[in-house]
């Protein structure tokens, strides 16, 4: 039985961002991205900027031990970077999204009929995978709420 049936496609403009991009074994990606969050949020702070959206993690790759991921705060307009932080931002372009209720460590499944959902549809991905984070450690695992994007080509 499909856990998602309800994927869309978006037209999204470029979204400036500040990222801090790594190599990661999946185990050590709570701390990395709580850590990451915490020094981009104080960056912001310091230059009197705001999110303009939900953080993210961008997934470049799926290998478990040596994950390429960029974690990410979207912002207004363009910012410099300063050491670990630098400037970017998510590509302009089409993306199928579909928002995720639950656990972070049941959302394979979600990946996966999404890719035969690109497939079904006829799209091509572009191999990144963004994941958006709605809430986070505090909510119930129950609760947690991620929209799943990916560009296609």
Not at 42 to 58: C, T
Not at 75 to 87: T, W
Request: charge should be negative; include cysteine.
């Amino acid at each position: 039985m499909p856990r998602i049936s309800n994927f869309e496609i978006l037209q999204k403009a470029a979204q400036p961002a500040l990222i801090i991009r790594t190599i990661t074994r999946v185990e050590d990606l709570p701390a990395l991205i709580g850590a990451s969050y915490g020094k981009m949020s104080s960056y912001l702070k310091e230059k009197g900027e705001f999110l303009a959206y939900v953080p993210y993690v961008a997934y470049y790759n799926m290998d478990m031990q040596q994950l390429d991921v960029e974690i990410g705060f979207p912002v207004a307009h363009a910012l410099e970077g300063r050491g670990d932080i630098q400037a970017g931002s998510i590509p302009a372009g089409k993306y199928v999204f579909c928002m995720f209720r639950g656990p972070y460590n049941e959302v394979e499944p979600v990946y996966n009929e999404m890719a035969a959902w690109i497939k079904d549809q006829g799209y091509t991905p572009s191999g990144t995978a963004y994941e958006y984070y709605y809430n986070g450690p505090g909510f119930p695992e129950s609760e947690m709420l991620t929209m799943i994007a990916m560009p296609l080509v």
